[in-house]
Protein backbone atom coordinates (compact mmCIF):
# COMPACT_ATOMS: atom_id res chain seq x y z
CA UNK A 1 0.00 0.00 0.00
CA UNK A 2 1.52 3.35 -0.53
CA UNK A 3 0.99 5.82 2.24
CA UNK A 4 0.67 9.44 2.38
CA UNK A 5 0.96 12.01 5.07
CA UNK A 6 -1.02 15.35 5.13
CA UNK A 7 0.31 18.75 7.34
CA UNK A 8 -2.46 20.38 8.81
CA UNK A 9 -6.57 19.27 8.63
CA UNK A 10 -7.65 23.01 6.66
CA UNK A 11 -10.35 22.45 4.14
CA UNK A 12 -7.89 22.23 1.31
CA UNK A 13 -5.91 19.42 3.58
CA UNK A 14 -9.18 17.29 3.96
CA UNK A 15 -10.02 17.65 0.59
CA UNK A 16 -6.43 16.17 -0.52
CA UNK A 17 -7.14 13.34 2.10
CA UNK A 18 -10.39 12.53 0.11
CA UNK A 19 -8.67 12.31 -3.04
CA UNK A 20 -5.93 10.47 -2.20
CA UNK A 21 -7.89 7.68 -0.18
CA UNK A 22 -10.33 7.70 -3.10
CA UNK A 23 -6.84 6.92 -5.71
CA UNK A 24 -6.11 4.06 -2.41
CA UNK A 25 -3.66 6.03 -0.89
CA UNK A 26 -3.89 4.74 3.01
CA UNK A 27 -3.89 8.60 4.46
CA UNK A 28 -3.11 9.69 7.75
CA UNK A 29 -3.87 13.71 8.65
CA UNK A 30 -1.66 15.57 10.97
CA UNK A 31 -3.42 18.49 12.41
CA UNK A 32 -1.73 20.72 15.73
CA UNK A 33 -4.84 21.89 17.05
CA UNK A 34 -7.48 19.81 18.90
CA UNK A 35 -10.05 20.46 15.72
CA UNK A 36 -10.32 20.18 12.12
CA UNK A 37 -10.75 22.85 9.94
CA UNK A 38 -7.82 25.65 10.51
CA UNK A 39 -10.06 29.00 9.77
CA UNK A 40 -12.93 27.08 8.81
CA UNK A 41 -13.99 26.05 12.10
CA UNK A 42 -16.98 26.51 14.79
CA UNK A 43 -17.43 27.21 18.48
CA UNK A 44 -19.85 28.27 20.95
CA UNK A 45 -19.87 31.34 23.79
CA UNK A 46 -22.11 30.53 26.80
CA UNK A 47 -23.81 33.44 28.97
CA UNK A 48 -23.32 32.72 32.77
CA UNK A 49 -26.43 31.71 32.94
CA UNK A 50 -26.39 28.77 30.42
CA UNK A 51 -27.17 30.36 27.04
CA UNK A 52 -25.37 29.32 24.13
CA UNK A 53 -24.58 31.43 20.61
CA UNK A 54 -22.84 29.13 18.24
CA UNK A 55 -20.16 30.95 15.56
CA UNK A 56 -18.40 30.41 12.37
CA UNK A 57 -15.44 31.34 13.02
CA UNK A 58 -13.81 32.17 9.39
CA UNK A 59 -15.84 32.00 6.27
CA UNK A 60 -19.25 33.08 6.24
CA UNK A 61 -19.99 33.12 2.62
CA UNK A 62 -19.95 29.88 0.87
CA UNK A 63 -20.02 30.20 -3.19
CA UNK A 64 -19.34 27.40 -5.63
CA UNK A 65 -20.54 24.67 -3.81
CA UNK A 66 -20.29 21.75 -6.86
CA UNK A 67 -17.01 21.82 -5.61
CA UNK A 68 -17.58 20.32 -2.14
CA UNK A 69 -20.40 18.08 -4.22
CA UNK A 70 -17.67 16.57 -6.29
CA UNK A 71 -15.87 15.31 -3.35
CA UNK A 72 -18.80 13.17 -2.39
CA UNK A 73 -19.67 12.29 -6.15
CA UNK A 74 -15.95 11.55 -6.59
CA UNK A 75 -16.07 8.82 -3.23
CA UNK A 76 -19.21 7.92 -4.99
CA UNK A 77 -21.75 8.98 -2.38
CA UNK A 78 -24.85 11.45 -2.50
CA UNK A 79 -23.32 14.68 -1.36
CA UNK A 80 -27.44 15.60 -0.19
CA UNK A 81 -26.85 12.38 2.28
CA UNK A 82 -24.03 14.28 3.96
CA UNK A 83 -24.32 17.73 3.48
CA UNK A 84 -27.61 20.50 2.14
CA UNK A 85 -27.24 24.25 1.36
CA UNK A 86 -29.93 26.64 -0.26
CA UNK A 87 -29.47 29.22 -2.78
CA UNK A 88 -29.99 32.72 -1.38
CA UNK A 89 -32.29 34.92 -2.48
CA UNK A 90 -30.80 37.85 -0.87
CA UNK A 91 -26.93 38.10 -1.35
CA UNK A 92 -26.53 41.27 1.17
CA UNK A 93 -27.81 44.21 2.82
CA UNK A 94 -25.88 47.55 2.46
CA UNK A 95 -26.00 50.31 4.04
CA UNK A 96 -24.59 53.81 4.69
CA UNK A 97 -24.13 56.65 7.18
CA UNK A 98 -26.49 59.24 5.99
CA UNK A 99 -29.26 56.44 5.80
CA UNK A 100 -28.85 54.94 2.43
CA UNK A 101 -30.03 51.44 2.33
CA UNK A 102 -29.65 49.11 -0.42
CA UNK A 103 -30.41 45.01 -1.01
CA UNK A 104 -28.37 43.12 -3.62
CA UNK A 105 -31.01 40.47 -4.68
CA UNK A 106 -30.06 37.22 -6.48
CA UNK A 107 -32.53 37.80 -8.81
CA UNK A 108 -30.73 40.37 -10.79
CA UNK A 109 -33.92 41.92 -13.01
CA UNK A 110 -35.30 42.96 -9.16
CA UNK A 111 -31.46 44.31 -8.04
CA UNK A 112 -31.07 46.03 -11.16
CA UNK A 113 -34.31 47.77 -10.32
CA UNK A 114 -33.26 48.29 -6.55
CA UNK A 115 -29.73 50.43 -8.25
CA UNK A 116 -32.26 52.38 -10.45
CA UNK A 117 -34.43 53.48 -7.44
CA UNK A 118 -32.26 54.11 -4.71
CA UNK A 119 -28.92 55.52 -7.51
CA UNK A 120 -30.94 56.21 -10.35
CA UNK A 121 -28.34 53.82 -11.91
CA UNK A 122 -29.51 52.52 -15.05
CA UNK A 123 -29.78 48.45 -14.31
CA UNK A 124 -27.75 47.88 -17.88
CA UNK A 125 -24.52 49.22 -16.20
CA UNK A 126 -25.48 46.37 -13.82
CA UNK A 127 -26.18 43.64 -16.35
CA UNK A 128 -23.09 44.43 -18.37
CA UNK A 129 -20.81 44.23 -15.58
CA UNK A 130 -22.03 41.32 -14.49
CA UNK A 131 -21.86 39.97 -18.11
CA UNK A 132 -17.89 41.15 -18.26
CA UNK A 133 -17.71 39.18 -15.29
CA UNK A 134 -18.70 36.01 -16.36
CA UNK A 135 -16.49 36.39 -19.34
CA UNK A 136 -13.37 37.03 -17.35
CA UNK A 137 -14.34 34.20 -15.26
CA UNK A 138 -14.47 31.51 -18.87
CA UNK A 139 -11.20 33.12 -19.50
CA UNK A 140 -9.11 32.59 -15.90
CA UNK A 141 -11.02 29.62 -15.45
CA UNK A 142 -9.68 27.64 -18.11
CA UNK A 143 -5.99 29.15 -17.56
CA UNK A 144 -5.59 29.37 -13.82
CA UNK A 145 -8.29 27.97 -11.95
CA UNK A 146 -8.43 23.73 -12.88
CA UNK A 147 -4.56 23.15 -13.36
CA UNK A 148 -0.90 23.74 -12.50
CA UNK A 149 0.44 27.35 -13.90
CA UNK A 150 3.98 25.60 -13.12
CA UNK A 151 3.59 22.56 -16.34
CA UNK A 152 4.65 23.34 -19.86
CA UNK A 153 0.96 21.35 -20.28
CA UNK A 154 -1.13 23.74 -18.96
CA UNK A 155 0.26 26.14 -21.67
CA UNK A 156 0.00 24.39 -24.68
CA UNK A 157 -3.24 23.56 -25.48
CA UNK A 158 -6.75 24.68 -26.92
CA UNK A 159 -7.80 26.47 -23.38
CA UNK A 160 -4.48 27.97 -23.56
CA UNK A 161 -4.85 29.06 -26.93
CA UNK A 162 -8.86 30.91 -26.06
CA UNK A 163 -7.17 32.43 -23.08
CA UNK A 164 -4.25 33.96 -24.72
CA UNK A 165 -6.27 35.25 -27.34
CA UNK A 166 -8.98 37.00 -24.44
CA UNK A 167 -6.08 38.45 -22.44
CA UNK A 168 -6.75 41.96 -23.68
CA UNK A 169 -10.28 41.63 -21.90
CA UNK A 170 -9.04 40.19 -19.02
CA UNK A 171 -7.97 43.66 -17.61
CA UNK A 172 -4.44 42.92 -16.08
CA UNK A 173 -3.23 46.70 -17.05
CA UNK A 174 -5.92 48.34 -15.47
CA UNK A 175 -7.00 48.98 -11.77
CA UNK A 176 -10.41 47.48 -10.51
CA UNK A 177 -11.45 50.61 -9.36
CA UNK A 178 -10.56 52.16 -12.87
CA UNK A 179 -12.98 49.78 -14.59
CA UNK A 180 -15.34 50.50 -11.76
CA UNK A 181 -15.71 53.81 -12.26
CA UNK A 182 -15.96 53.78 -16.21
CA UNK A 183 -18.34 51.18 -15.57
CA UNK A 184 -20.83 52.85 -12.85
CA UNK A 185 -22.14 56.39 -12.42
CA UNK A 186 -22.23 56.55 -8.65
CA UNK A 187 -19.66 56.28 -6.15
CA UNK A 188 -21.25 54.22 -4.50
CA UNK A 189 -22.01 51.53 -6.54
CA UNK A 190 -18.27 51.98 -7.42
CA UNK A 191 -17.64 51.64 -3.63
CA UNK A 192 -19.81 48.34 -3.74
CA UNK A 193 -17.93 46.87 -6.60
CA UNK A 194 -14.60 47.72 -5.48
CA UNK A 195 -15.32 45.49 -2.21
CA UNK A 196 -14.97 42.49 -4.04
CA UNK A 197 -11.51 43.20 -3.94
CA UNK A 198 -11.34 42.40 -0.56
CA UNK A 199 -12.49 38.81 -1.01
CA UNK A 200 -8.75 38.01 -1.22
CA UNK A 201 -7.53 40.54 1.03
CA UNK A 202 -6.22 42.62 -1.81
CA UNK A 203 -6.93 46.53 -2.39
CA UNK A 204 -9.39 47.61 -5.31
CA UNK A 205 -7.04 50.72 -5.94
CA UNK A 206 -4.14 48.32 -6.71
CA UNK A 207 -5.77 45.20 -7.86
CA UNK A 208 -6.21 44.76 -11.55
CA UNK A 209 -9.71 44.74 -13.09
CA UNK A 210 -8.77 41.07 -13.98
CA UNK A 211 -10.44 40.84 -10.01
CA UNK A 212 -13.91 41.77 -11.77
CA UNK A 213 -14.51 37.96 -11.99
CA UNK A 214 -15.40 37.76 -8.33
CA UNK A 215 -18.66 38.87 -8.52
CA UNK A 216 -19.41 36.51 -11.16
CA UNK A 217 -19.17 33.81 -8.49
CA UNK A 218 -21.92 35.59 -6.02
CA UNK A 219 -24.11 37.05 -8.72
CA UNK A 220 -24.12 34.68 -11.79
CA UNK A 221 -23.30 31.55 -9.80
CA UNK A 222 -24.98 32.57 -6.64
CA UNK A 223 -24.12 32.70 -2.76
CA UNK A 224 -25.19 29.78 -0.78
CA UNK A 225 -25.82 29.04 3.06
CA UNK A 226 -24.92 25.77 4.49
CA UNK A 227 -28.05 24.35 5.94
CA UNK A 228 -25.59 23.29 9.17
CA UNK A 229 -23.69 26.67 9.24
CA UNK A 230 -20.32 26.99 7.44
CA UNK A 231 -18.52 24.71 9.79
CA UNK A 232 -20.77 22.01 8.62
CA UNK A 233 -18.46 22.12 5.41
CA UNK A 234 -15.89 20.75 7.50
CA UNK A 235 -17.72 18.52 9.32
CA UNK A 236 -19.41 16.77 6.28
CA UNK A 237 -16.41 16.55 4.50
CA UNK A 238 -14.73 15.17 7.71
CA UNK A 239 -17.05 12.43 8.15
CA UNK A 240 -16.59 11.48 4.32
CA UNK A 241 -13.06 11.30 4.87
CA UNK A 242 -13.29 9.26 7.81
CA UNK A 243 -15.67 6.27 6.00
CA UNK A 244 -12.70 5.89 3.51
CA UNK A 245 -10.06 5.48 6.23
CA UNK A 246 -8.25 8.57 6.46
CA UNK A 247 -7.05 8.79 9.73
CA UNK A 248 -6.68 12.21 12.09
CA UNK A 249 -4.22 12.91 14.58
CA UNK A 250 -5.16 15.86 16.10
CA UNK A 251 -3.13 17.94 19.03
CA UNK A 252 -0.21 16.87 16.51
CA UNK A 253 2.26 19.50 15.17
CA UNK A 254 5.28 18.60 12.48
CA UNK A 255 8.39 20.06 12.76
CA UNK A 256 9.88 18.61 10.04
CA UNK A 257 9.51 17.28 6.44
CA UNK A 258 12.56 14.90 5.95
CA UNK A 259 13.74 14.45 2.77
CA UNK A 260 16.67 12.06 1.23
CA UNK A 261 18.00 11.93 -2.24
CA UNK A 262 15.74 14.99 -3.10
CA UNK A 263 12.62 13.40 -1.93
CA UNK A 264 10.47 13.89 1.02
CA UNK A 265 10.18 10.79 2.49
CA UNK A 266 8.56 11.20 6.22
CA UNK A 267 7.83 13.91 8.91
CA UNK A 268 8.64 14.55 12.14
CA UNK A 269 5.70 15.91 14.62
CA UNK A 270 5.09 16.37 17.56
CA UNK A 271 2.08 15.44 20.02
CA UNK A 272 0.85 17.00 22.80
CA UNK A 273 -2.21 17.74 24.73
CA UNK A 274 -2.15 21.87 25.22
CA UNK A 275 -4.30 23.45 22.44
CA UNK A 276 -1.78 25.36 20.84
CA UNK A 277 1.09 23.70 19.48
CA UNK A 278 4.42 24.48 21.74
CA UNK A 279 6.90 25.01 18.69
CA UNK A 280 10.39 24.30 20.94
CA UNK A 281 9.36 21.19 22.16
CA UNK A 282 11.43 18.32 21.16
CA UNK A 283 9.68 15.88 18.76
CA UNK A 284 8.14 12.98 20.95
CA UNK A 285 7.61 10.51 17.92
CA UNK A 286 8.80 9.75 14.12
CA UNK A 287 6.50 8.48 11.64
CA UNK A 288 6.86 5.36 11.75
CA UNK A 289 9.46 3.31 8.91
CA UNK A 290 11.11 6.90 6.65
CA UNK A 291 10.59 4.84 2.62
CA UNK A 292 7.21 4.10 3.64
CA UNK A 293 5.84 7.26 2.60
CA UNK A 294 5.28 8.06 -0.62
CA UNK A 295 3.60 11.33 -0.32
CA UNK A 296 3.23 14.04 1.22
CA UNK A 297 1.24 17.32 1.19
CA UNK A 298 1.63 20.29 3.08
CA UNK A 299 -1.63 22.37 3.67
CA UNK A 300 0.58 24.71 6.25
CA UNK A 301 0.52 28.12 5.17
CA UNK A 302 3.83 27.93 2.15
CA UNK A 303 5.93 30.30 3.75
CA UNK A 304 5.68 28.45 7.47
CA UNK A 305 6.14 24.80 5.25
CA UNK A 306 9.72 26.61 3.93
CA UNK A 307 10.92 28.47 6.94
CA UNK A 308 9.99 25.73 9.50
CA UNK A 309 9.66 22.43 8.05
CA UNK A 310 12.02 22.28 5.62
CA UNK A 311 14.58 25.72 7.11
CA UNK A 312 17.60 23.49 4.99
CA UNK A 313 15.93 23.62 1.55
CA UNK A 314 16.20 26.26 -1.32
CA UNK A 315 13.96 29.26 0.21
CA UNK A 316 12.01 30.29 -2.90
CA UNK A 317 12.51 33.79 -1.69
CA UNK A 318 10.35 35.65 -4.34
CA UNK A 319 7.72 34.03 -3.57
CA UNK A 320 7.82 33.75 0.33
CA UNK A 321 8.96 37.54 0.55
CA UNK A 322 6.15 38.58 -1.38
CA UNK A 323 3.48 40.85 0.10
CA UNK A 324 0.99 39.54 1.87
CA UNK A 325 -2.84 39.46 1.67
CA UNK A 326 -4.68 41.84 4.46
CA UNK A 327 -5.89 40.06 8.04
CA UNK A 328 -9.26 40.15 10.15
CA UNK A 329 -10.50 41.84 13.21
CA UNK A 330 -13.59 39.70 14.19
CA UNK A 331 -16.01 40.29 16.75
CA UNK A 332 -18.10 37.75 18.07
CA UNK A 333 -21.23 39.22 19.97
CA UNK A 334 -23.81 37.30 21.81
CA UNK A 335 -26.79 40.12 20.91
CA UNK A 336 -29.82 39.95 23.20
CA UNK A 337 -31.98 41.40 21.07
CA UNK A 338 -33.23 40.70 16.67
CA UNK A 339 -32.67 43.43 14.74
CA UNK A 340 -35.49 43.10 11.32
CA UNK A 341 -33.32 45.23 9.39
CA UNK A 342 -30.53 42.97 9.40
CA UNK A 343 -30.36 39.93 7.11
CA UNK A 344 -27.70 37.33 6.77
CA UNK A 345 -24.81 39.07 5.07
CA UNK A 346 -24.63 42.62 5.65
CA UNK A 347 -22.50 45.50 4.98
CA UNK A 348 -21.93 49.04 6.84
CA UNK A 349 -19.87 51.19 4.30
CA UNK A 350 -17.09 53.50 5.52
CA UNK A 351 -17.82 57.29 4.04
CA UNK A 352 -13.79 57.38 2.26
CA UNK A 353 -13.29 54.07 0.83
CA UNK A 354 -9.96 55.47 -0.92
CA UNK A 355 -8.76 56.33 2.69
CA UNK A 356 -9.57 52.81 4.53
CA UNK A 357 -7.15 50.86 1.80
CA UNK A 358 -4.47 53.54 2.30
CA UNK A 359 -4.64 53.14 6.02
CA UNK A 360 -4.97 49.61 5.48
CA UNK A 361 -2.38 48.69 2.78
CA UNK A 362 -0.22 52.16 2.95
CA UNK A 363 -0.24 52.83 6.54
CA UNK A 364 -0.36 49.16 8.07
CA UNK A 365 -3.09 50.81 10.64
CA UNK A 366 -6.49 49.48 11.34
CA UNK A 367 -8.69 52.47 9.28
CA UNK A 368 -10.06 55.19 11.69
CA UNK A 369 -13.59 55.10 9.81
CA UNK A 370 -13.69 51.07 9.17
CA UNK A 371 -16.55 49.37 6.48
CA UNK A 372 -17.99 46.45 9.09
CA UNK A 373 -19.33 43.23 7.65
CA UNK A 374 -22.07 42.01 9.82
CA UNK A 375 -22.97 38.35 9.31
CA UNK A 376 -25.41 36.91 11.47
CA UNK A 377 -26.27 33.12 10.69
CA UNK A 378 -29.62 33.01 13.23
CA UNK A 379 -31.05 34.73 10.63
CA UNK A 380 -31.07 31.52 8.59
CA UNK A 381 -30.44 28.96 11.53
CA UNK A 382 -32.16 30.37 14.71
CA UNK A 383 -30.83 27.45 17.09
CA UNK A 384 -27.54 29.22 16.21
CA UNK A 385 -29.22 32.21 19.31
CA UNK A 386 -30.94 32.09 22.20
CA UNK A 387 -34.03 33.13 21.01
CA UNK A 388 -35.12 36.77 20.50
CA UNK A 389 -30.91 36.63 20.44
CA UNK A 390 -28.65 37.23 17.48
CA UNK A 391 -24.93 35.91 16.61
CA UNK A 392 -23.58 38.57 15.37
CA UNK A 393 -19.76 38.25 13.61
CA UNK A 394 -18.04 41.06 12.46
CA UNK A 395 -15.49 41.31 10.40
CA UNK A 396 -12.92 44.54 9.65
CA UNK A 397 -10.34 44.30 7.02
CA UNK A 398 -7.05 45.12 9.07
CA UNK A 399 -3.20 45.04 8.10
CA UNK A 400 -1.15 41.58 8.55
CA UNK A 401 0.83 41.39 11.68
CA UNK A 402 3.75 43.75 11.78
CA UNK A 403 4.26 43.76 15.13
CA UNK A 404 1.67 47.03 15.78
CA UNK A 405 0.18 47.55 18.93
CA UNK A 406 -2.60 45.62 17.95
CA UNK A 407 -4.00 45.54 21.86
CA UNK A 408 -4.58 49.32 21.39
CA UNK A 409 -6.05 49.29 17.64
CA UNK A 410 -8.55 46.52 18.57
CA UNK A 411 -9.79 48.53 21.56
CA UNK A 412 -9.95 51.67 19.05
CA UNK A 413 -12.21 50.02 16.70
CA UNK A 414 -14.52 48.44 19.28
CA UNK A 415 -15.30 51.75 20.03
CA UNK A 416 -15.89 52.71 16.42
CA UNK A 417 -17.74 49.69 15.62
CA UNK A 418 -20.02 50.39 18.68
CA UNK A 419 -20.76 53.80 17.39
CA UNK A 420 -20.95 52.85 13.73
CA UNK A 421 -23.68 50.14 14.32
CA UNK A 422 -25.32 52.18 17.02
CA UNK A 423 -26.00 54.97 14.68
CA UNK A 424 -27.38 53.00 11.60
CA UNK A 425 -29.57 50.64 14.26
CA UNK A 426 -30.72 53.82 16.16
CA UNK A 427 -30.20 51.03 19.00
CA UNK A 428 -27.46 51.54 21.81
CA UNK A 429 -25.14 48.39 21.17
CA UNK A 430 -22.65 47.86 23.87
CA UNK A 431 -25.51 46.86 26.65
CA UNK A 432 -26.71 44.14 24.08
CA UNK A 433 -23.34 42.45 24.01
CA UNK A 434 -23.93 38.99 26.47
CA UNK A 435 -21.02 36.96 25.16
CA UNK A 436 -17.96 38.48 23.60
CA UNK A 437 -14.64 36.68 21.18
CA UNK A 438 -12.07 38.49 19.60
CA UNK A 439 -10.21 36.96 16.87
CA UNK A 440 -6.84 39.17 15.19
CA UNK A 441 -3.97 38.91 13.36
CA UNK A 442 -2.27 37.78 15.87
CA UNK A 443 -4.45 34.48 16.66
CA UNK A 444 -4.78 33.73 13.37
CA UNK A 445 -1.62 33.73 12.90
CA UNK A 446 -0.96 31.26 16.23
CA UNK A 447 -4.04 28.85 15.19
CA UNK A 448 -3.29 28.02 11.62
CA UNK A 449 0.09 29.42 11.21
CA UNK A 450 -0.61 31.60 8.36
CA UNK A 451 2.53 34.38 7.90
CA UNK A 452 1.50 37.47 9.22
CA UNK A 453 -1.89 36.25 9.68
CA UNK A 454 -2.86 36.81 6.63
CA UNK A 455 -6.36 35.59 5.49
CA UNK A 456 -5.55 34.56 1.58
CA UNK A 457 -1.65 34.50 1.36
CA UNK A 458 0.34 36.30 -0.62
CA UNK A 459 -1.81 39.63 -1.66
CA UNK A 460 -3.48 40.00 -5.56
CA UNK A 461 -2.31 43.64 -5.14
CA UNK A 462 -0.03 42.60 -8.48
CA UNK A 463 -0.70 42.06 -12.00
CA UNK A 464 1.76 39.03 -11.54
CA UNK A 465 0.23 37.77 -8.33
CA UNK A 466 -1.07 34.80 -10.05
CA UNK A 467 2.65 33.85 -10.63
CA UNK A 468 3.87 34.88 -7.34
CA UNK A 469 2.15 32.29 -5.73
CA UNK A 470 3.98 29.10 -5.22
CA UNK A 471 3.05 25.97 -7.37
CA UNK A 472 1.23 22.90 -5.96
CA UNK A 473 3.90 20.54 -6.32
CA UNK A 474 7.84 20.87 -5.16
CA UNK A 475 10.54 21.87 -7.88
CA UNK A 476 13.18 20.60 -5.51
CA UNK A 477 11.70 17.46 -3.88
CA UNK A 478 10.45 14.76 -5.43
CA UNK A 479 6.69 13.49 -3.93
CA UNK A 480 6.08 16.99 -1.86
CA UNK A 481 2.69 18.98 -2.54
CA UNK A 482 1.35 22.49 -1.16
CA UNK A 483 -2.04 23.19 -0.89
CA UNK A 484 -4.42 25.59 0.58
CA UNK A 485 -4.93 29.32 0.47
CA UNK A 486 -1.62 30.44 0.19
CA UNK A 487 -0.74 28.43 -2.83
CA UNK A 488 -1.99 28.37 -6.13
CA UNK A 489 -4.83 29.12 -7.15
CA UNK A 490 -5.25 31.55 -4.49
CA UNK A 491 -7.36 31.59 -1.03
CA UNK A 492 -10.94 31.19 -0.02
CA UNK A 493 -12.80 27.58 0.26
CA UNK A 494 -13.55 27.50 -3.86
CA UNK A 495 -9.40 27.82 -4.62
CA UNK A 496 -8.56 25.69 -1.28
CA UNK A 497 -10.68 23.13 -2.44
CA UNK A 498 -9.07 23.49 -6.23
CA UNK A 499 -5.63 23.55 -4.63
CA UNK A 500 -6.19 19.96 -3.75
CA UNK A 501 -7.96 19.00 -6.73
CA UNK A 502 -4.43 20.27 -8.91
CA UNK A 503 -2.13 18.67 -6.33
CA UNK A 504 -3.18 15.30 -6.31
CA UNK A 505 -3.86 15.30 -10.00
CA UNK A 506 -0.49 15.75 -10.04
CA UNK A 507 0.72 12.95 -7.33
P1 LIG B 1 -6.27 26.69 7.02
O1 LIG B 1 -7.67 26.93 7.38
O2 LIG B 1 -5.31 27.80 7.00
O3 LIG B 1 -5.76 25.56 7.99
C1 LIG B 1 -4.47 25.06 8.00
C2 LIG B 1 -4.45 23.97 9.04
O4 LIG B 1 -3.15 23.38 9.09
C3 LIG B 1 -4.74 24.50 10.45
O5 LIG B 1 -5.73 23.70 11.03
C4 LIG B 1 -3.40 24.38 11.16
O6 LIG B 1 -3.53 24.11 12.54
C5 LIG B 1 -2.76 23.21 10.43
N1 LIG B 1 -1.30 23.25 10.48
C6 LIG B 1 -0.51 24.25 10.04
N2 LIG B 1 0.78 23.93 10.24
C7 LIG B 1 0.79 22.70 10.81
C8 LIG B 1 1.82 21.81 11.24
N3 LIG B 1 3.11 22.13 11.10
N4 LIG B 1 1.46 20.63 11.77
C9 LIG B 1 0.16 20.28 11.89
N5 LIG B 1 -0.85 21.07 11.51
C10 LIG B 1 -0.53 22.26 10.97
N6 LIG B 1 -13.17 32.15 2.43
C11 LIG B 1 -14.33 32.06 1.74
O7 LIG B 1 -14.43 31.29 0.77
N7 LIG B 1 -15.42 32.80 2.10
C12 LIG B 1 -15.38 33.65 3.17
O8 LIG B 1 -16.38 34.29 3.51
C13 LIG B 1 -14.16 33.77 3.89
N8 LIG B 1 -14.09 34.60 4.97
C14 LIG B 1 -13.04 34.47 5.84
C15 LIG B 1 -13.09 35.12 7.07
C16 LIG B 1 -12.10 34.93 8.01
C17 LIG B 1 -12.18 35.63 9.34
C18 LIG B 1 -11.01 34.08 7.70
C19 LIG B 1 -9.94 33.81 8.74
C20 LIG B 1 -10.93 33.47 6.45
C21 LIG B 1 -11.93 33.65 5.51
N9 LIG B 1 -11.93 33.01 4.27
C22 LIG B 1 -13.06 32.96 3.51
C23 LIG B 1 -10.73 32.29 3.79
C24 LIG B 1 -10.81 30.81 4.05
O9 LIG B 1 -11.17 30.60 5.39
C25 LIG B 1 -9.45 30.18 3.83
O10 LIG B 1 -8.94 30.53 2.55
C26 LIG B 1 -9.49 28.67 3.92
O11 LIG B 1 -10.32 28.21 4.95
C27 LIG B 1 -8.06 28.23 4.16
O12 LIG B 1 -7.99 26.84 4.17
P2 LIG B 1 -6.61 26.10 4.15
O13 LIG B 1 -6.88 24.74 3.60
O14 LIG B 1 -5.57 26.91 3.47
O15 LIG B 1 -6.19 25.87 5.65
Redesign the pocket.
Known sequence: TRKAAV?????????SAIRLAVKGYVVDV????AY??????GFEDVTPDGQSYRFD???????MPHLVDELFKLAGRNPADYFEYTLLDETCRYFWDDNTRLTAWADLDRFGKEIETVFGEPSIHLHQHLADSARKYAVTEKLFLHRSLHKLSTWFNRDALTGYLNLPRLGVFGTMNGANERRFNNPRLVQLFNRYAT?NGSDPYQTPATMNIIPHLEYNIGAFFPKGG?VSITNSLLKLAEELGVRFHYN????EIVTKDMRAVAIK?TSQTGRL?RLNQEMATTSSTESEISVVI????IV??FR??LPNARQPERILRQPKSSS?L?FYWGIKQQFAELGLHNIIFSTDYRAEFNALFGQNQVPDDPTIYLNCSAKLKPDDAPAGCENWFI?LNVPNNTGQDWDAMIARARQRILQKLSHTLGTEISSLIETESI?DPRS?EA????AQGA??GNSSNNRFAAFLRHANFSRQFKNLYF????VHPG??????LL?AKIATDLV
Do not use: H, Q, W
Open positions: IGAGIAGIAFEANAGGKLSAGPSLFTYMTYVTFPSNMDSTKLGILLIRTSSLYVGGSGGIPLCS
